[in-house]
């Protein structure tokens, strides 16, 4: 199977990834972020670096999802390709951090991509406030997001709403704010239970885990 873990920027979904990978016995696959060569470069020039950077993620994305569609293991993905075309890159053309050009051609490299892998079994999103997703950069402390702007955040925020809102596939959606999943058991118990239900057709009590596809 593959299971994806989506949100925006200090959500926390490399700590769920872990937590996951580490219940479950599943294979976690990481974004490319710490060896990334564009990184620095984007936050201090978007305008400049932006579809360098697009272009990097999304083939190291599509990558990773044709080694996902070929092996046989579970794995547990941090970020969706999908992230990439549909929420990262049309809030920099929105924004005038992308040309007109360089977008069209973004999306249709995607749109061919897409064309040959299939959704993921499982999309877990968390859902998050900017403040809440401001305190946890803050608190990671990587000095090339020091320089991120409030309305960049925001733009992303509305965008992942706006796709989780059309997204057809199997979805489990955490509420970042108020389900500490990395630092309280039973928040994290919650989100098993659930992953459980979807994929296992395993039913907890509804006092665990809340009404609907939201914990």
């Known amino acids: 199977m593959h299971i994806a873990i989506a949100g925006n920027i200090g959500c926390g979904k ?3 990834t872990n937590m996951l990978a580490k219940h479950y016995g599943w294979t ?6 710490e060896y990334n060569p564009y990184l620095e470069d984007f936050y201090a ?3 400049r670096w932006s579809f360098n950077l697009q272009i990097y993620f999304l083939n190291k994305r599509f990558q990773d999802v044709v080694d996902i569609n070929k092996s ?3 794995i547990i993905q941090d970020r969706t390709i999908y992230e990439d075309a549909r929420i990262f890159a049309p809030n920099l053309y929105e924004q005038g951090n992308m040309s007109e050009r360089d977008f069209k051609n973004y999306c249709d490299l995607f749109d061919l991509m897409m064309s040959l892998v299939k959704m993921p079994d499982l999309l877990i999103y968390i859902r998050s406030s900017i403040p809440n997703l401001v305190a946890q950069i803050q608190k990671r402390g990587r000095e ?3 320089s991120m ?4 955040l925001q733009g992303l925020n509305d965008k992942y709403e706006k796709w989780i809102s059309e997204y057809k596939g199997r979805l489990l959606i955490v509420d970042g704010d108020t389900c500490k999943f990395a ?3 039973e928040d994290f118990r919650t989100i098993t239970d659930r992953i459980d239900a979807e994929l296992f057709g395993l039913f907890p009590f509804e006092a ?3 009404v609907g596809r939201e914990v």
Do not use: K, Q
């Not at 976690?28 to 972020?33: G, Y």
């Open 28 to 33: 976690p696959r990481f974004e490319s972020v």
């Open 144 to 146: 090339y997001e020091a």
């Open 14 to 16: 490399t700590t769920l």
């Open 208 to 210: 665990e885990t809340g």
């Open 45 to 47: 020039d978007m305008s």
């Open 149 to 152: 702007r409030i309305d960049y």
């Open 72 to 74: 046989d293991e579970t």
């Open 183 to 185: 630092n309280n058991p």
